[in-house]
């Protein structure tokens, strides 16, 4: 008989999330939600459903997109979309106005970069632009002080980007609109990312479980969401989603995050900074972010970072299967950002072993650049 205790528990940071024991509260959290919402499987279906919703008849929308964006989620947008670009960096407080020109009855999508924004602007821009619709999208914090206070036509989020839960989206309105409703189908692609889920939690505590086992499952499933158009959210993610510890969730990840913070404080790298030292009170950034001096620089520390069991992410590649915003300043910095997890998952130790981690790889390069010169 195997006893559990002695199975030799495994160490990686980042990649997809896990499910484990403790995430869940008896109190429910429905007070960060909104009032009224609906849930889909991905945000990408949120969004197409909405289409269906405006124009039922099929006619085509102008939809205007910030310049850094997500390309994969563009492609699938432009099947019901004709897509139209502003400039929106996340290296600015606020998108470039002058290069957004509305069309009355086109949709403009605002998003909360990063979760480190305010909506100001945002609600400025609205009361002198009423003939358009306006989407927000808080993926990136979706119980923000800018969610709660947003004057938006619809609001959206994909749940799923920091929440433990294999599928899930959500959308409502602040101005009580209608909103649209997703099919009673399930997506099956959600119970794969669930089952990948469980055996990577049972794979982390040292299971003689394939790692290929479960990331296969996470691709499959993944794919399989990324085709859903208007899918409900999975019976798991419905029923977990109020009863999960999201204001807990949320707290660690802003103190992992200003730990790293402070670390940085203490060595000034030559090879990245980070994005931004500081976020709106109540607000909770998505992740680590930095800024690295090149790709070159970008794609080694990505790899480095990789080898010791760290898994960052690029938000976002352009251009991706010749989808790309125009905007070269967007394309230039997709090019050098990095995303270092810094989630629920991580301790107080974690953290620090990441940075000790980006702070070896700053010091390998510099020294192999000094044997070189």
């Known amino acids: 008989m195997i006893d559990i205790l002695t199975m030799e528990k495994r ?52 939809l205007h997109l910030p310049s850094f964006f997500c390309m994969h989620v563009a492609a699938n947008l432009q099947i019901v979309f004709d897509l139209c670009w502003y400039r929106d960096l996340p290296t600015e407080p606020t998108p470039d106005f002058n290069s957004l020109h509305p069309l009355p009855g086109d949709c403009v999508l605002a998003v909360n970069l990063f979760g480190v924004r305010e909506g100001n602007s945002w609600r400025d821009w609205l009361t002198h632009h009423d003939d358009i619709l306006l989407i927000e999208d808080h993926t990136h914090d979706p119980f923000s002080p800018w969610s709660k206070e947003s004057t938006a036509h619809y609001a959206m989020a994909s749940l799923r980007k920091t929440l433990p839960i294999p599928d899930g989206a959500i959308i409502w309105s602040p101005q009580n609109l209608e909103l649209p409703k997703p099919s009673s189908s399930k997506s099956c692609g959600a119970d794969q990312k669930l089952t990948a889920m469980l055996l990577k939690r049972a794979y982390m505590n040292g299971a003689n479980i394939s790692k290929e086992t479960y990331r296969i499952l996470q691709i499959q499933g993944e794919e399989q969401l990324s085709h859903e158009t208007n899918a409900g959210a999975s019976t798991f993610t419905t029923n977990i989603l109020n009863t999960l510890k999201i204001s807990e969730l949320r707290q660690r990840r802003e103190a992992n995050i200003r730990q790293f913070l402070r670390l940085n404080l203490a060595i000034n790298h030559a090879d990245w900074t980070p994005l931004f030292t500081s976020w709106p009170a109540g607000a909770v950034p998505f992740n680590i972010i930095v800024v690295c001096k090149n790709n070159e620089i970008r794609e080694a520390l990505r790899k480095f970072l990789i080898s010791q069991n760290i898994y960052p992410t690029v938000h976002w590649q352009q251009p991706y299967k010749e989808i790309f915003s125009n905007d070269s300043l967007a394309i230039n910095l997709s090019n050098h950002i990095l995303t270092i997890p810094s989630d629920h998952r991580c301790s107080a130790n974690d953290i620090t072993l990441i940075w000790e981690k980006m702070t070896e790889f700053s010091h390998q390069r510099y020294l192999l650049l000094s044997h070189t010169y």
């Open 11 to 62: 160490w990686e940071i980042g990649s997809e999330f896990d499910w484990w024991d403790g995430l869940t509260t008896s109190f429910p959290s429905s007070t960060l939600l909104p009032k009224y919402y609906e849930l889909f499987s991905t945000g990408t279906s949120v969004l197409l459903s909405l289409h269906h919703h405006i124009k039922p008849n099929g006619e085509r929308l102008r």
